[in-house]
């Protein structure tokens, strides 16, 4: 069995939503597991999760963008990965990245940018998003890739709106395909 681990924080529980329909795309694919595990508010890691992520194939980040980067709570986690760098643990698996803001760019791809760096410093090799955008006069807002994320997943939640409401639904739709295409990429590197 092919394992991929989900690591995020999630500061209202609008990208907990966008790491979960990540998970249903990774799942999608035939032999593929995913293990979601989720850093709390003081920046922790639940009980294993060193050893589930040593042991994955590949690993997905996740953090809210917050400021033009991740959240603290992420960058505690990332600072902690130094343990297994040191050893180059994490070096070959495959990794991606997700984050999800209140604004349509709301400086997402720093955090984008922040998520590929922490996993070239692992060794890692990195998968993107893989769709073109829906840019034409044609796209609404509830189209795949609205948002136009190429280098990862880019969702967004209104200011205002809560978990149940947002991410939107074609957000939603583009973070399943996001981990579909994370799930085959990693089935193809372990050949």
């Known amino acids: ?4 681990a989900v690591v995020f924080h999630s500061g209202y529980g609008h990208t907990a ?3 979960a329909a990540v998970v249903e795309g990774i799942k999608n694919v035939a032999g593929v597991n995913a293990e979601l595990l989720a850093i709390d508010s003081e920046g922790n890691l639940p009980e294993q999760a060193w050893e589930k992520l ?3 194939d590949g690993i997905v980040f996740g953090s809210p963008t917050y400021m033009g980067g991740p959240s603290w709570q992420f960058k505690k986690f990332a600072d902690a990965s130094s343990k297994p760098w040191f050893g180059q643990a ?3 698996k495959v990794f991606a990245g997700f984050t999800n803001s209140a604004s349509m760019n709301g400086d997402k791809l720093g955090t ?3 998520l590929f760096h922490l996993s070239q410093q692992h060794g890692g090799i990195w998968v993107g998003v893989g769709l073109l955008p829906s840019n034409t006069k044609a796209a609404t807002r509830n ?4 948002i136009a994320g190429f280098s990862g997943l880019m969702t967004v939640s209104p200011s205002d709106a809560s978990p149940e409401e947002a991410p939107l639904p074609g ?3 583009t973070a ?12 193809r590197w372990k050949k």
């Open 143 to 146: 189209d795949l890739n609205y």
């Open 171 to 173: 957000d939603l739709e």
């Open 1 to 4: 069995m092919t394992t991929i």
């Open 17 to 19: 939503k966008a790491a």
């Open 90 to 92: 994490w070096k070959d």
């Open 176 to 187: 399943r395909h996001f981990g579909e295409r994370v799930a085959q990429t990693v089935v």
């Open 54 to 56: 040593q042991a994955a």
């Open 112 to 114: 984008l940018d922040y």
